[in-house]
């Protein structure tokens, strides 16, 4: 099966959560999203579009002090990992949650690089404050 690409262009916050929406409807059970990008890039915010498009109502906040939050969905729950406090190499227990009925979305993958991802998405800012996102769909 080959990889799919898709480059999107995002100006503005409000254009990350549209973008993470639209890319959010493409999403189905089982799916593991790996958000790649430094600090302040908006991968937070892309993540209230991936919930917005799952059906969940309950605001989105990053989970950098929790290490994982767990919205339900009208359509999947959404299991959002942010793993920068954790030091490479360190576990949590979430091969539970990467299987039906759950979405996983983690951002700063590279703290689990035994999980296997389905969609690969890399943020980068340029230099006048626009986001770029190459979205990779294994």
Not at 50 to 73: D, H, K, Q
Request: proline residues 5%.
């Amino acid at each position: 099966m080959e990889a799919q690409f898709f480059e999107w262009i995002c100006p503005t916050p409000e254009a990350l959560i549209r973008q993470g929406e639209v890319f959010g409807k493409t999403l189905q059970s089982g799916d593991v999203v790996a958000l790649e990008g430094d600090l302040g890039v908006g991968k937070t915010t892309f993540v209230k579009g991936i919930a917005r498009a799952l059906g969940v109502t309950e605001p989105i906040t990053s989970p950098t002090f929790n290490i994982a939050s767990i919205y339900s969905g009208t359509k999947v729950t959404l299991v959002h990992i942010d793993a920068y406090r954790l030091e490479v190499g360190m576990t949590i227990d979430i091969l539970e949650y990467v299987m039906p009925p759950y979405v996983v979305v983690i951002e700063w993958p590279e703290h689990f690089q035994e999980l296997k991802s389905t969609h690969r998405v890399t943020f980068s800012v340029d230099i006048e404050g626009v986001r770029h996102l190459a979205v990779t769909g294994i």
